[in-house]
């Protein structure tokens, strides 16, 4: 008897346990990206709360105009140092997360086109005189698929570096304009 729909019923099982246990690790990853970013909120809602706190008591304190803008000043630099780590630092979690989203994904999908064209193979071997050419068809359309997925991967990635080129280059003229203000308000 020609086994095919026994195969083709094993591979549907196995890759729907397989993109299930992908579905399950990636909401783990975006969970763990999750917490990162609730913890880099927290963290930095703290600080600013304190730094606010610790600003406003100096403020209190000045004794005249010229102090009080001297220590709104001296403030600015600090306070666009910490803008910036804030950025870089939900920069790093975004593209660490993204980079595992995307090792995951890449991995369960080269597993499942590998064991496809492995039961593709084994079909072949094992079909009847005269469909020859319908293997030759299923050949070429995972041929077909895995340029297509690669493509997709491709642009997906080239995506993802220039999100994190514009994220790092907008950090970079925040950080040139934080600078150049509090000079300026040193002076």
Same mark, same amino acid.
């Given at each position: 008897?020609?086994?095919?729909?026994?195969?083709?019923?094993?591979?549907?099982?196995?890759?729907?346990?397989?993109?299930?246990?992908?579905?399950?690790?990636?909401?783990?990853?975006?969970?763990?990206?999750?917490?990162?970013?609730?913890?880099?909120?927290?963290?930095?809602?703290?600080?600013?709360?304190?730094?606010?706190?610790?600003?406003?008591?100096?403020?209190?304190?000045?004794?005249?105009?010229?102090?009080?803008?001297?220590?709104?000043?001296?403030?600015?630099?600090?306070?666009?140092?910490?803008?910036?780590?804030?950025?870089?630092?939900?920069?790093?979690?975004?593209?660490?997360?993204?980079?595992?989203?995307?090792?995951?994904?890449?991995?369960?999908?080269?597993?499942?086109?590998?064991?496809?064209? @492995?039961?593709? $193979?084994?079909? *072949? #071997?094992?079909?009847?005189?005269?469909? !020859?050419?319908?293997? %030759?068809?299923?050949? &070429? =359309?995972?041929?077909?698929?895995? @340029?297509?997925? $690669?493509?997709? *991967? #491709?642009?997906?990635?080239?995506?993802? !570096?220039?999100?994190? %080129?514009?994220?790092? &280059? =907008?950090?970079?003229?925040?950080?040139?304009?934080? $600078?150049?203000?509090?000079?300026?308000?040193?002076?």
């Amino acid at each position: 008897m020609f086994p095919i729909p026994e195969q083709f019923s094993n591979l549907g099982k196995t890759n729907l346990e397989a993109y299930m246990s992908l579905i399950l690790n990636l909401m783990g990853k975006g969970f763990e990206g999750a917490e990162k970013l609730d913890d880099l909120l927290l963290n930095a809602s703290k600080a600013s709360l304190e730094d606010f706190s610790n600003t406003v008591k100096q403020l209190m304190a000045a004794k005249d105009p010229q102090e009080f803008f001297s220590l709104t000043a001296a403030q600015a630099q600090p306070a666009a140092a910490k803008a910036i780590a804030f950025g870089r630092h939900l920069a790093g979690i975004a593209s660490s997360t993204q980079a595992e989203f995307t090792r995951a994904a890449e991995e369960q999908i080269a597993e499942a086109g590998r064991k496809f064209t @492995a039961m593709v $193979e084994d079909v *072949s #071997k094992n079909a009847p005189a005269g469909t !020859e050419n319908v293997v %030759a068809i299923m050949k &070429s =359309a995972i041929g077909n698929a895995n @340029a297509g997925y $690669e493509q997709f *991967s #491709k642009t997906t990635k080239q995506a993802v !570096e220039v999100m994190e %080129a514009n994220l790092n &280059s =907008a950090v970079n003229q925040f950080s040139q304009t934080a $600078e150049k203000t509090a000079s300026r308000a040193r002076k």
